[in-house]
């Protein structure tokens, strides 16, 4: 089989995957340059303007995608440093497409059903920084500006936690950008390493982008495995992965509900994203070699974030940890290697983003009626608002997985995937399915039902705008769960290039089950079934 990753798919003349990046970057100029302070509602309408045109932009593309294709569309190559192999090359395939349209749509979501308080302006012109950058990590095709615009995403958010967050904010903020900057620092060496190394293996012109690169393929065992470990560790962090996961319960409690919607909803995936686009592409030896390692730390962090979850006394740090333990799942999804598992890491992706993106919401309405999240003092809503306890239910649902909601396809694909792969992992991960439904519906009953006093017997149901913020991720989890054809077909032929694409710079991998980690395991594993054979024979004899 043959990959078919290439760049020769659905070019068009005007360029909207720039316009995706640059749009929100235009917002964020003119919400800073509007005059004065006194008008709050001027610079929240001109941010909406910018993200819905963004989400628009997407949601076009979506429509405009051909799902019989497996390469990039929509290219666009400029050149931008030619001397150091550096352009500016966008593209977009069925493993991105879908986190471009969520990024577009959970913006304008934050937007619009979130209110800073104070200092609209910088707070509006940071979040659409933000989502220019995260659509630049998503579209690029060069490793250069894959970096900067992975690093550009740090800034925005250590502003929103820092100056519009809760409690510790400024610990939280500072922890979160160190420890990201740290991991970020190493695959910067790793990119640099990556470029150049090839350029002297092939003597070829130095270049960052990312398929000729793949293509070439030249990078030594040993050096390719030590690269991708400096790759490895920058998405880890940002996924983020036991044991470097510290950042993500702090980040998380401390900020304002719209930046923990974006977190949850897009930036966590950056990583996921990474070890896709990135890890397995550029490194497919590697990643085999890996593999087991990685698809361990999935299992560990579904397990420990699902019981640190159930131990938690604040409902948002809850669901920060349920965080962990769901891309934990992804990460074994995707280093199970085979089409089933990397499409329902792909899909969990959405979920998660759809599904936690609403619970933050929800935890968010709630903490501005009562102030206060902590599930001892919240008892009884159920009573004084029964829609909002209807809604809930249902997205509480679709992150343990029910059958029916979008959480559920994700998941069993994932275990299937892991299970063809890694028996054993994927039937503890199993377990963690079980965990989610006891820390998710233990904390819905003991906030919801339960005797309404005080304050709780009194709080305002959702109005009609926190109703309508919340009925596109009801109609995506609704959708998803039930027909998610639509979604999985234009992901399957860039998940088969891509696992084609490892088949065919390992030798001995295949398919679903990858057994050996290199060619010369494969070649070991080979020998000992042509003797097994031999025995046999003997036997028979």
């Known amino acids: 089989m043959t990959s078919t990753l290439t760049l020769a798919a659905a070019d068009v003349s005007f360029p909207v995957l720039t316009a995706l990046i640059v749009v929100p970057a235009i917002g964020a100029l003119l919400v800073a340059l509007l005059p004065g302070s006194g008008r709050p509602e001027l610079t929240k309408e001109a941010a909406t303007i910018a993200s819905v045109i963004t989400g628009a932009m997407s949601l076009w593309v979506l429509y405009e995608f051909n799902m019989a294709d497996a390469g990039f569309q929509f290219t666009e190559s400029a050149s931008w440093v030619e001397g150091f192999g550096i352009s500016w090359a966008l593209g977009l395939d069925g493993i991105s497409l879908f986190l471009v349209v969520l990024t577009g749509i959970l913006f304008p979501i934050a937007i619009l059903g979130v209110d800073p308080g104070h200092d609209h302006k910088p707070y509006y012109a940071w979040l659409l920084i933000l989502e220019a950058g995260v659509m630049g990590v998503f579209l690029t095709l060069d490793l250069f500006f894959f970096f900067v615009f992975f690093e550009i995403v740090l800034v925005p958010m250590y502003f929103l936690i820092g100056k519009w967050g809760h409690g510790n904010r400024q610990y939280a903020a500072t922890k979160f950008f160190l420890y990201t900057m740290a991991g970020s620092a190493l695959m910067l060496v790793g990119i640099l390493a990556t470029a150049f190394l090839t350029a002297s293996a092939t003597g070829?012109?130095?270049?960052?982008?990312?398929?000729?690169?793949?293509e070439g393929q030249a990078l030594a065992r040993d050096t390719a495995r030590w690269i991708f470990l400096s790759f490895a560790l920058a998405f880890a962090v940002k996924v983020p992965l036991f044991p470097v996961h510290t950042w993500l319960p702090d980040a998380h409690t401390e900020a304002p509900t719209a930046g923990s919607v974006i977190l949850a909803g897009v930036m966590l995936k950056l990583g996921t994203y990474g070890f896709l686009r990135f890890g397995l592409y550029l490194f497919p030896e590697a990643s085999v070699y890996f593999a087991p390692f990685m698809m361990t730390l999935g299992v560990i962090g579904i397990i420990y974030g699902a019981i640190a979850a159930t131990m938690q006394k604040d409902l948002k740090?809850?669901?920060?940890?349920?965080?962990?333990?769901?891309?934990?799942?992804?990460?074994?999804?995707?280093?199970?290697?085979?089409?089933?598992?990397?499409e329902g890491g792909l899909l969990q992706m959405v979920n998660h983003g759809v599904s936690t993106g609403a619970l933050f919401l929800l935890v968010g309405m709630i903490y501005e009626r009562r102030h206060t999240r902590l599930i001892s003092e919240l008892s009884g809503l159920q009573k004084s608002a029964p829609v909002m306890a209807g809604v809930f239910t249902v997205v509480m649902l679709s992150s343990i997985g029910l059958p029916g909601l979008n959480g559920f396809v994700g998941e069993y694909l994932t275990l299937l995937g892991a299970f063809n792969a890694h028996r054993w992992w994927a039937i503890v991960a199993a377990g963690g399915v079980i965990l989610a439904a006891l820390y998710l519906l233990w904390a819905y009953q003991r906030v919801f039902h339960g005797p309404a006093e005080g304050d709780n017997a009194t709080?305002?149901?959702?109005?009609?705008?926190?109703?309508?913020?919340?009925?596109?991720?009801?109609?995506?989890?609704?959708?998803?769960?039930?027909?998610?054809?639509?979604?999985?077909?234009?992901?399957?032929?860039a998940v088969d290039a891509l696992v084609a694409h490892i088949e065919d710079a390992v030798p001995g991998f295949t398919e679903p089950v990858a057994n050996f980690r290199t060619a010369e395991d494969a070649e070991s594993h080979s020998d000992d079934e042509h003797g097994d054979e031999e025995h046999s024979e003997e036997e028979g004899e």
């Open 204 to 214: 070829n012109d130095v270049t960052f982008n990312i398929v000729e690169l793949a």
């Open 317 to 342: 740090r809850l669901v920060a940890y349920s965080s962990i333990a769901h891309l934990g799942f992804i990460v074994l999804g995707t280093f199970a290697l085979n089409t089933e598992g990397i």
């Open 459 to 493: 709080m305002a149901d959702l109005s009609l705008s926190e109703g309508l913020t919340l009925a596109p991720l009801l109609a995506l989890i609704v959708f998803m769960g039930i027909y998610p054809k639509p979604v999985i077909e234009r992901m399957e032929p």
